[in-house]
């Protein structure tokens, strides 16, 4: 019903930027989240941003300054532009789509995800 495809990744040196995309198709919502999350080896999944359907957007404390989800709606894409990267951002970057008004879901509540993107930062 959904697909979600993420790019952008790779790696880079500490200080460094790189900017995520999440192309995203088929089954349009009415009320619905885009949001970033990510998933370092060992550790728990984490939320990073969200962006819902009104255009508001939210970003974990870990990485306000630094983070910014934005949207393109005629491209239907959502991006996470990441600054000051620092070898604690490495980890697999999703994106997510949960359907309904919950502002913002951050966890559980996604209903799609993609398949990921790499994103190494060397010190």
């Known amino acids: 019903q959904v697909q979600l495809v993420e790019s952008g990744g790779g790696l880079v040196q500490a200080g460094g930027s790189l900017r995520l995309s999440c192309a995203y198709s088929?089954?349009?919502?009415?009320?619905?989240?885009l949001g970033w999350f990510r998933q370092a080896p060992g550790k728990e999944r984490e939320y990073v941003a969200a962006?819902?359907?009104?255009?508001?957007?939210y970003h974990a404390d870990s990485v306000k300054g630094r983070f910014t989800i934005s949207r393109d709606n005629a491209k239907n894409t959502v991006y996470l532009q990441m600054i000051s990267l620092t070898p604690e951002d490495t980890a697999v970057y999703y994106c997510g789509l949960y359907v309904g008004t919950k502002s913002p879901p951050q966890g559980n509540e996604y209903d799609y995800w993609g398949q990921g993107t790499q994103v190494t930062v060397s010190s």
């Open positions: 962006c819902s359907w009104t255009g508001d957007t």
């Open positions: 088929g089954r349009t919502y009415d009320y619905y989240t």
